[in-house]
C-alpha cells in the first residue's frame, strides 16, 4: 500500500516527462491506459478525449486488417513495432470510408446525411464535420493543419476534395496535372503530423524532378492508380499488373521516392532545403514495403523477423511475396 501511494503521488514535472516520451514515440493508447493508473497522475496530465491538439494526432500507425467483419482494427506503430488490437464499438454508428497514412478513420455518418467524422481510435475524440462525404467508392484520405482540414482523393474520378469541419460542403479540385502529386503526398504520410497545413506538401521544383524522373523511368501516373489495376485485373493483363510505379514515403522526418519498375528498383532522398532528389543505395536499418496501392517504410530493428536495407514488394497476381536488395541491386 505505501508503495502505491508513492507512486500515485509522483511530482508533476517527473509524469509530464514520462508522458512525453510515450506521445514522441507517437504510443498514444499508453498515454491512455498511464492515466487511468490514478487521479493524480490524470490531473496532472492533459485529457486527450477533449481535445484535437497536434501531440494527441496518430501520425505513427497503419492498419493491417480491411476485412470489416467486426468492430475491432488492428493497427501497427510502425516507429516502435508495436501491434494492437483496438475494440471500436463505436464503428457501428457509422460507415468506415478510409484510414489515413497515420492512423485516423474517415467515417460517415449513419443518421445526418452521411456527415464527415474524424475518429481518434486512440483517444475517442470525434471530430464532426458539417459536409456530407463525397459519394466516391474509392477514397484515401489525410489530415492537414491544425483546423484540420480532411482531404480526400478518388482514383476513379482524379478529383481532390477538401474540408473544414465548419465547411458547409466538400470544395472539389479537378487539377488533373496536380492529382498525382496531390496522390503521393496523401498516400505517402505527408500530411501524417499535421502541421503541413495550407502549404504545398511538395516543394513545386521537387513536383517537377519528380515528374522528369517518371518520364525517365517510363512511370505512366493513370497506370499507377488503383481501379486501373483493379480494372485490369479481371483480365488478366500483365503489362498492367507489371506497371512501373512511384510512391512517396515519410519516415522519420525524412521523406523517400521509390520507383518500382519492372526489373529494378530506384530510391530517392527528397533535400526540401535544398530543392534535391538525390539517389540511394542504402537505407540502413529500414525496409520498405510495396503493395498495388500503398508503400511503407519500417525499421528493421522493431520487426526481427524481416531484412534491413531491403524492399519487400508484389510481383504477380498471385500475391507472393519477393524481397529485392538494395545492396545488390536484386
Not at 484515401?140 to 473544414?164: E, F, H, K, N, W
Not at 532545403?273 to 525499421?299: Q, T
Amino acid at each position: 500500500m505505501a508503495a502505491a501511494a508513492c507512486w500515485s503521488s509522483l511530482p508533476s514535472d517527473l509524469i509530464n516527462r514520462i508522458t512525453d516520451c510515450l506521445l514522441a514515440t507517437n504510443d498514444i493508447d499508453c498515454y491512455v491506459d498511464f492515466r487511468a493508473v490514478c487521479s493524480n497522475w490524470r490531473s496532472a496530465t492533459v485529457n486527450p478525449m477533449n481535445t484535437s491538439g497536434l501531440c494527441f494526432r496518430p501520425r505513427l500507425w497503419i492498419m493491417l486488417d480491411e476485412v470489416f467483419e467486426n468492430y475491432a482494427r488492428i493497427l501497427v506503430n510502425t516507429a516502435t513495432g508495436r501491434v494492437i488490437r483496438k475494440d471500436l464499438p463505436l464503428l457501428r454508428n457509422y460507415y468506415v470510408i478510409a484510414t489515413t497514412a497515420g492512423g485516423f478513420f474517415v467515417l460517415a455518418d449513419r443518421k445526418y446525411h452521411h456527415a464527415a467524422r474524424l475518429l481518434n481510435p486512440f483517444t475517442g475524440h470525434l471530430i464532426r464535420f458539417k459536409a456530407p462525404v463525397p459519394f466516391e467508392l474509392d477514397v484515401a484520405a489525410a489530415v492537414s493543419g491544425p483546423s484540420p482540414t480532411l482531404i480526400l482523393i478518388s482514383d476513379r474520378s482524379r478529383r481532390q476534395y477538401r474540408a473544414d469541419p465548419s465547411s458547409e460542403c466538400f470544395a472539389v479540385y479537378e487539377d488533373q496535372y496536380t492529382y498525382p502529386v496531390t496522390r503521393l503526398a496523401v498516400l505517402g504520410g505527408m500530411y501524417a503530423d499535421g502541421v503541413q497545413g495550407s502549404l504545398p506538401p511538395i516543394p513545386d521544383v521537387v513536383a517537377k524532378k519528380i515528374f522528369h524522373l517518371m518520364g525517365m523511368f517510363g512511370v505512366e501516373p493513370s497506370e499507377m492508380y488503383s481501379d486501373d489495376l483493379i480494372d485490369n485485373f479481371a483480365g488478366y493483363i500483365p503489362q498492367m499488373i507489371h506497371a512501373n510505379r512511384c510512391f512517396l514515403v515519410k519516415f522519420d522526418g525524412e521523406v523517400f521516392v521509390i520507383f518500382k519498375l519492372r526489373h529494378h528498383m530506384e530510391v530517392f532522398k527528397m533535400d526540401t532545403e535544398r530543392d534535391l532528389l538525390e539517389p540511394v543505395k542504402s537505407i540502413g536499418n529500414l525496409v520498405i514495403f510495396i503493395g498495388y496501392r500503398r508503400c511503407l517504410i519500417v525499421n528493421a530493428e522493431k520487426f526481427t523477423s524481416i531484412d534491413a536495407n531491403c524492399i519487400y514488394y508484389i510481383r504477380s497476381i498471385d500475391y507472393s511475396i519477393h524481397i529485392y536488395s538494395l545492396l545488390f541491386g536484386l
